[in-house]
């Protein structure tokens, strides 16, 4: 009996015998672009863009950002305060809008003697990330050891209840200190699991180059702020109107830095809503 496979590479043999160069040439080409077909990135909003309007009405802004197309949103230090009672109220609001809350920004509290808090308000409303924000000021590389000591400690707490530590850069992340930047110690002094979180507008204020930071960090950097910057409007710049390279990020991020999901930051704009709408459908023409 003959192999139906030895049958079929016979055919598909012939088959390309008969394929003109160009023919071949353009199946080559599209060959990479069927491979990434179905992989869908959300876009979410760090809900800091829209604080004025959050601290007015929160479960109204929520609704408003879900109206625009946003696909998840990440809560700031100030959700940490609610009650579980709270966060199941807001849970059933953004299931009952289609988002998702993939990760939630935090203070030094949710690191330390805070983490039971943080597992089951995060539990709660459905994160993956709990992200620090920032460890306020830090003078010198034994202290930035330290935040990566408690990074570290963090995690595998976290990681009982299904949950990832994760850290959020500022600008001076990325700016040498004694020799260093602290970003890096960071990245050496925690386990793989601990998602750095990229805010790429800060690092590109700083003088660094986000895509290489990336492709030192491969699967790391599981989130990244979409935040823009330019020498003349600083953080007041919208997305798309600034110089970072976000076509180069994006293909860095997805090819090398393991991201899930996007997250739009716009930190000062005299209004909030008109700011973050006009930075999502911008990143709907960059994003392709």
Known sequence: ????????????????????RREILSLAAATPLLRGAGKHYPIGLELYSVRHELEKDLEGTVRAVAKMGYETVEFYSPYFSWTPEKAKQIRKLIDDLGVKCLSTHNDSGAFTDGMSKAIELNGILGAKYVVWASP??????????????????????????????????????????????????IAAGTPKNVMLQLDVGHCVASGADPVAWINQNPGRI????????????QFKTLLGEGIVPWKKVFAAAEKTGGAEFYLVEQEDAPDEFEAVRKCLAEYRKIHR
């Open 136 to 185: 306020g000021a830090i003078k010198d590389l034994d202290g930035w050891k330290r935040v990566a000591d408690t990074l570290s400690k963090a995690s595998e707490r976290f990681a009982t209840a299904d949950l990832r530590a994760g850290y959020h850069n500022h600008q001076h992340e990325f700016e040498p200190l004694e020799g260093k930047r602290p970003m890096e110690v």
């Open 1 to 20: 009996m003959v192999d139906q496979r030895i049958c079929d590479w016979d055919r598909m043999r012939t088959i390309v015998k008969l394929m003109t």
């Open 222 to 233: 599981n989130s990244l702020h979409l935040k823009e910057w330019s020498p003349e409007r």
